[in-house]
T-cell receptor, first 112, second 112 residues
Framework: DAGVIQSPRHEVTEMGQEVTLRCKPI?????LFWYRQTMMRGLELLIY????????DSGMPEDRFSAKMPNASFSTLKIQPSEPRDSAVYFC??????????FGPGTRLTVL | AQSVTQPDIHITVSEGASLELRCNYS??????LFWYVQSPGQGLQLLLK??????LVQGIKGFEAEFKRSQSSFNLRKPSVHWSDAAEYFC??????????FGAGTTVTVRA
């Protein structure tokens, strides 16, 4: 198994631009999570999907952030418009009923 | 408030010496407990987990952790550290739903 796949690995963009981060969970996993990691706030859960349905998006910072999971093998996290304070490492994780969370390598986002 | 606490922000240990990283949680019931390791620029790798049963759990890379209900703790240990153990270590809990919540992390530096 290739594990959780995230793309791109690095993204540099200018303030105001739209950013789309992508995630492919491990096949067979029914839950998907988006986390953000910053020095100031550590690892924060942004949103959680179960069986492709958003269950908890209370961690999404504001309306500029949106996430979708159109099918069991793909999810996107979109920031529009992006701001410098959105610079962080964004992790996608998936889990099964075994309750083991597997994390992708992350996307390092820099907003100039 | 429910939380995961890692009291030590940074620990320096000599190669070959023992290591113990502390983790405390404050939840009403015993949550699922995890330790993850993050090497610089990398994603998070699961070291070990505790759900129930034997309170001393063995993980990968020679790590072990002990759950102590009376102290609400789940400390991570390694008898003899290697230079490759230099990384950031995160304690995480799933209290009673599927949200994996992380502590602030402990950075481990290994000196020769």
């Amino acid at each position: 198994d290739a594990g959780v796949i995230q793309s791109p690995r690095h993204e540099v963009t200018e303030m105001g631009q739209e950013v789309t981060l992508r995630c492919k969970p491990i096949s067979g996993h029914n839950s998907l999570f988006w986390y953000r990691q910053t020095m100031m706030r550590g690892l924060e859960l942004l949103i959680y999907f179960n069986n492709n349905v958003p269950i908890d998006d209370s961690g999404m910072p504001e309306d500029r952030f949106s996430a979708k999971m159109p099918n069991a093998s793909f999810s996107t996290l979109k920031i529009q418009p992006s701001e410098p304070r959105d610079s962080a490492v964004y992790f996608c994780a998936s889990s099964s009923l075994k309750r083991e969370w597997f994390f992708g390598p992350g996307t390092r986002l820099t907003v100039l | 408030a429910q939380s995961v606490t890692q009291p030590d922000i940074h620990i320096t240990v000599s190669e070959g010496a023992s290591l113990e990283l502390r983790c405390n949680y404050s939840y009403g019931a015993t949550p699922y407990l995890f330790w993850y390791v993050q090497s610089p620029g990398q994603g998070l790798q699961l070291l070990l987990k505790y759900f129930s049963g034997d309170t001393l759990v063995q993980g990968i890379k020679g790590f072990e952790a002990e759950f102590k209900r009376s102290q609400s703790s789940f400390n991570l240990r390694k008898p003899s550290v290697h230079w490759s153990d230099a990384a950031e270590y995160f304690c995480a809990v799933v209290p009673n739903d599927y949200k994996l919540s992380f502590g602030a992390g402990t950075t481990v530096t290994v000196r020769a």
